[in-house]
C-alpha cells in the first residue's frame, strides 16, 4: 500500500476525493466507478476496512501517530477533504446545471459512464462462462434497481441512519448510485439538500459570530438528521468494506465481472432523455414533500428525436463524458507507480 506520496500524488488525491464527492451526489452516479477507473478502488476498500478493533484499542490508547499509519490515514483523509470540498462547492455547481441544463448534466455522465466500462472490461482479460455468468447478474441488479418506485420522504432517526448505510454504498460499490437509492427511499431532498444546505448556512452564520440558529428549530431538526444520517454512513462505510475486502480477496474475479454487469446494469438510471413523473393525489394535484417538493413516481425515459439541434447536443455531450474518463484513466496509467510495501 502507498505510503510515500509527492505533493503532486497529494493533490491528485484530493482532486480524485473531490470527483468522487461530486459523482456520489448525482442521482445514477457512483462514486465507487471514480475509485475504480482512477486505479485507487482497492487501495480504498482496504484501507477502510483497517477502521477496526485494533485502530479503536490505538484511538483510546492515544496512539494517534500509529493509528495513523495503520489506517492508512494520508491516503484517507486527502480523499475525503477532496469530498468534503466537492460537497460544498462542486455539489453546488451541479445543483444549478442539473436545474437549468438536466438533458446535457445527464448526458455526459451517461458518457462517463460508458467510458468507465470500456476503460475497466478492456483490461478484465479473465473472461470465461462463470464471469459471464457474474456480469449478466450484475446487469439484472443493476436494471431491476433502475426501475424501483421511490416512497415518500420520512424523517424518522432510525431510517435515517439506515439511508446513511446503504446510501453510503455508492463510494465502495461502482455502479451503485446511493444518491439514486436515497431518491428510492424518498430522502435525496431531505438529506443531500436541505440538511446540507442548513450545515452551509450553519457554519457561515459561526463564522460571523451569529448564534440565532439555535433559535430556529427547524435548522436543528435538519443538523440532527444530518449528523445522524453521517453516523450511519460512517458505519455502512465500515461495514460494507470489510464485506467488499473479503470478496476482493477470495473471489476478485467474479467480483470485478458482477462490478462491470451492475455498471452496465445502472445506464437505465442515467439515461438522458426522461422526464419525471409526480405521484398524484385522488384529487389530481401532485403530492409533496415535507419541503414542498414533488414527489418522483417514476422516470418516464423516451428514445430522442435525431432532427433536433438539442438531441445532437445531448450527443456532444455524452461523447465529451466518454472522453473525460478515457482521459483522466489514461493520465492515471502513464503516472502509475509501483506501490511502496
Same mark, same amino acid.
Given at each position: 500500500?502507498?505510503?510515500?506520496?509527492?505533493?503532486?500524488?497529494?493533490?491528485?488525491?484530493v482532486? =480524485? *476525493? @473531490?470527483?468522487?464527492?461530486?459523482?456520489?451526489?448525482?442521482?445514477?452516479?457512483?462514486?465507487?466507478?471514480?475509485?475504480?477507473?482512477?486505479?485507487?478502488?482497492?487501495?480504498?476498500?482496504?484501507?477502510?476496512?483497517?477502521?477496526?478493533? =485494533?485502530?479503536?484499542?490505538?484511538?483510546?490508547?492515544g496512539?494517534?501517530?500509529?493509528?495513523?499509519?495503520?489506517?492508512?490515514?494520508?491516503?484517507?483523509?486527502?480523499?475525503?477533504l477532496?469530498?468534503?470540498?466537492?460537497?460544498?462547492?462542486?455539489?453546488?455547481?451541479?445543483?444549478?446545471?442539473?436545474?437549468?441544463?438536466?438533458?446535457?448534466?445527464?448526458?455526459?455522465?451517461?458518457?462517463?459512464?460508458?467510458?468507465?466500462?470500456?476503460y475497466?472490461? =478492456?483490461d478484465?482479460?479473465?473472461?470465461?462462462?462463470?464471469?459471464?455468468?457474474?456480469?449478466?447478474?450484475?446487469? @439484472?441488479?443493476?436494471?431491476?434497481?433502475?426501475?424501483?418506485e421511490?416512497?415518500?420522504?420520512?424523517?424518522?432517526?432510525?431510517?435515517?441512519?439506515?439511508?446513511?448505510?446503504? *446510501?453510503?454504498?455508492?463510494?465502495?460499490?461502482?455502479?451503485?448510485?446511493? /444518491?439514486?437509492?436515497?431518491?428510492?427511499f424518498?430522502?435525496y431532498?431531505? @438529506?443531500?439538500?436541505?440538511?446540507?444546505n442548513?450545515?452551509?448556512?450553519?457554519?457561515s452564520?459561526?463564522?460571523?459570530?451569529?448564534?440565532?440558529?439555535?433559535?430556529?428549530?427547524?435548522?436543528?431538526?435538519?443538523?440532527?438528521?444530518?449528523?445522524?444520517?453521517?453516523?450511519?454512513?460512517?458505519?455502512?462505510?465500515?461495514?460494507?468494506?470489510?464485506?467488499?475486502?473479503?470478496?476482493?480477496?477470495?473471489?476478485k474475479?467474479?467480483?470485478?465481472?458482477?462490478?462491470?454487469?451492475? !455498471?452496465?446494469?445502472?445506464? *437505465?438510471?442515467?439515461?438522458?432523455?426522461k422526464? %419525471?413523473?409526480?405521484?398524484?393525489? =385522488?384529487?389530481?394535484?401532485?403530492?409533496?414533500d /415535507?419541503?414542498?417538493? *414533488?414527489?418522483?413516481?417514476?422516470?418516464?425515459r423516451?428514445?430522442?428525436t435525431?432532427?433536433?439541434?438539442e438531441?445532437?447536443?445531448?450527443?456532444?455531450?455524452?461523447l465529451?463524458? !466518454?472522453?473525460?474518463?478515457?482521459?483522466?484513466?489514461?493520465?492515471? %496509467?502513464?503516472?502509475?507507480?509501483p506501490?511502496? %510495501?
Amino acid at each position: 500500500m502507498q505510503q510515500t506520496r509527492t505533493f503532486t500524488d497529494k493533490v491528485l488525491l484530493v482532486l =480524485k *476525493g @473531490l470527483a468522487m464527492g461530486a459523482a456520489n451526489k448525482v442521482p445514477g452516479v457512483s462514486g465507487g466507478v471514480v475509485a475504480f477507473v482512477a486505479g485507487f478502488y482497492e487501495e480504498f476498500i482496504y484501507s477502510l476496512q483497517k477502521i477496526n478493533y =485494533k485502530a479503536f484499542i490505538l484511538l483510546i490508547n492515544g496512539r494517534f501517530r500509529s493509528l495513523f499509519h495503520y489506517t492508512n490515514g494520508r491516503f484517507l483523509s486527502l480523499l475525503i477533504l477532496g469530498m468534503l470540498i466537492s460537497y460544498f462547492s462542486v455539489s453546488k455547481l451541479l445543483d444549478y446545471l442539473i436545474l437549468h441544463y438536466e438533458l446535457y448534466v445527464w448526458a455526459s455522465f451517461f458518457g462517463m459512464i460508458i467510458g468507465s466500462i470500456y476503460y475497466i472490461s =478492456k483490461d478484465f482479460d479473465e473472461w470465461s462462462k462463470r464471469s459471464l455468468i457474474f456480469v449478466f447478474l450484475g446487469i @439484472l441488479a443493476g436494471v431491476a434497481i433502475s426501475f424501483l418506485e421511490p416512497a415518500k420522504e420520512n424523517d424518522n432517526l432510525w431510517f435515517v441512519f439506515f439511508c446513511g448505510m446503504v *446510501g453510503v454504498s455508492g463510494m465502495t460499490l461502482p455502479g451503485l448510485s446511493g /444518491s439514486f437509492i436515497l431518491i428510492l427511499f424518498g430522502n435525496y431532498v431531505l @438529506l443531500l439538500v436541505d440538511s446540507v444546505n442548513a450545515l452551509y448556512d450553519t457554519l457561515s452564520e459561526l463564522i460571523l459570530l451569529d448564534f440565532s440558529f439555535t433559535q430556529d428549530l427547524e435548522r436543528i431538526r435538519l443538523l440532527e438528521v444530518l449528523l445522524v444520517f453521517g453516523a450511519g454512513s460512517l458505519a455502512g462505510l465500515v461495514t460494507l468494506s470489510h464485506v467488499l475486502g473479503f470478496v476482493l480477496k477470495h473471489y476478485k474475479k467474479d467480483t470485478f465481472a458482477a462490478i462491470i454487469g451492475f !455498471i452496465t446494469g445502472s445506464l *437505465g438510471v442515467v439515461w438522458p432523455w426522461k422526464e %419525471k413523473i409526480f405521484k398524484l393525489d =385522488k384529487e389530481g394535484e401532485i403530492i409533496l414533500d /415535507s419541503q414542498g417538493n *414533488g414527489v418522483i413516481d417514476y422516470y418516464d425515459r423516451y428514445f430522442p428525436t435525431f432532427s433536433s439541434a438539442e438531441t445532437w447536443l445531448a450527443i456532444f455531450f455524452i461523447l465529451i463524458g !466518454i472522453l473525460i474518463v478515457l482521459g483522466l484513466a489514461w493520465y492515471e %496509467k502513464k503516472n502509475q507507480k509501483p506501490a511502496i %510495501k
